[in-house]
């Protein structure tokens, strides 16, 4: 969507057709463009509050409610902060004594209306003109918040006291870009801003390797029920925790974060598969610290290379999901298709780690049949192709 495609929108007519449309039905959103049309609608207002609509119904999943008063664009909203995540960004500034900060690259404005949210006044910039007039609209209800349309490495940082950024990590066509270089703004530009400004957040990509993570560094690996959505880079008073590695375990309202102790993070041996298995959240797993987990259950990793871990012991961890031991045996396509039917398995769970068989390709081997459910782990133990046989606690 273009500047002009928003403009119909920003009219009393087009906030009023936002408001009126039906909850977006992909099946019928054709039919309602040539109704609205046939009613002497303009074409093109149309077209930019249904592309709204669509949007809006997408960004429920990161802004809940407050997405039917927002407008959107397909990137900003892809790289877009959910609000959960960045109302911890908000947290880390207000509680390091920030009161203003420049958010160099503000998309959409998610994070400035979080950091606005907890009190503090904001620069929000963007280089897209279409960006930063949807962030003005975004954020028209926050005084507190000036929306600038420019380069954030080139604005005029007086006044600031903490800088926040996420750089767009994808080519105007939609592919993900991994070296930082190749980021816009570059990392290396976004990092040297530390020098005069030490209060620096940066938004990142998940799949971060540790070797591009600073020195100076609290790199914080964030997950929301189960899916790992950012690395987060905080320098200076915003990593009063000193430089490491975390992890933010997000589930429903509740957060918990994994840190390692003073010596850093734990090593965890290899042992025997016990009577429970932990299945670590994702944001542990790339923030290296399963030995963590390990350590707290009083346990080891069924493999060296795969992150299961395993214990005599059952605890219950909000960054770990826990299942009891019920069996174990070596993969073997008849040997699993007999033990599964003299149990009369008909539904199966299959989560696996570290082999290559395809679920659902598996399951039409097994040809299931039976009323009874299970579930299984496909994995290697001490290098050797393996079934558990689990059960959720």
């Not at 998309?107 to 007039?133: K, N, P, Q, R, Y």
């Not at 930082?180 to 570059?186: C, F």
């Not at 080891?300 to 009891?324: F, K, M, N, Q």
Request: a negative charge; hydrophobic letters at 45%; proline letters at 7%.
């Amino acid at each position: 969507m273009d500047p002009a495609g928003i403009a119909p929108l920003l009219s009393p007519q087009g906030w009023a057709l936002l408001a009126a449309l039906p909850p977006y039905d992909e099946s019928r959103a054709m039919a309602l463009s040539e109704r609205l049309r046939d009613e002497g609608l303009d074409p093109e207002l149309v077209a930019a509050a249904l592309t709204q609509s669509r949007l809006r119904s997408r960004a429920r999943a990161k802004f809940g409610d407050f997405a039917d008063g927002m407008l959107f664009t397909a990137a900003g909203l892809e790289q877009a902060t959910r609000l959960t995540v960045a109302a911890h960004h908000a947290r880390r500034y207000r509680d390091a004594g920030a009161t203003r900060v420049a958010d160099l690259t503000c998309g959409i404005g998610a994070d400035a209306m979080a950091f606005a949210g907890v009190g503090l006044g904001v620069l929000a910039v963007d280089l897209d003109e279409t960006t930063a007039a949807v962030a003005t609209v975004n954020l028209r209800h926050f005084p507190e918040v000036d929306v600038r349309h420019g380069d954030g490495l080139a604005t005029d940082l007086g006044g600031v006291d903490a800088l926040f950024a996420d750089p767009a990590r994808r080519t105007s066509g939609g592919s993900r870009v991994f070296d930082p270089a190749a980021y816009a703004p570059p990392l290396d530009a976004v990092l040297a801003l530390r020098q005069r400004i030490p209060a620096l957040g940066l938004k990142l990509g998940p799949g971060l390797p540790h070797g591009a993570v600073p020195d100076d560094a609290q790199a914080q690996w964030v997950s929301v029920d189960g899916e790992v959505v950012e690395v987060g880079l905080w320098f200076g008073p915003l990593a009063p925790e000193g430089p490491g590695r975390s992890a933010l375990v997000l589930a429903g309202s509740h957060a918990h974060v994994v840190a390692p102790g003073p010596d850093g993070p734990a090593h965890a041996h290899v042992r025997p598969v016990g009577g429970y298995l932990y299945e670590p959240d994702g944001a542990v797993i790339r923030a290296g610290l399963v030995g963590d987990v390990a350590e707290r259950v009083r346990g080891g990793l069924v493999d060296p290379t795969i992150a299961y871990v395993t214990s005599d012991h059952r605890s219950d961890l909000p960054e770990a999901s826990a299942y009891r031991v019920l069996d174990t045996l070596p993969f073997g396509l008849k040997r699993l298709r007999a033990y599964l039917r003299e149990r009369g398995v008909g539904r199966l769970t299959i989560k696996k780690r570290g082999t290559a068989v395809v679920p659902e390709q598996l399951r039409r081997q097994l040809d299931l049949r039976g009323d009874a459910e299970a579930t299984i782990v496909l994995t290697r133990v001490a290098g050797a192709q393996t079934v558990l046989v689990v059960e959720p606690l």
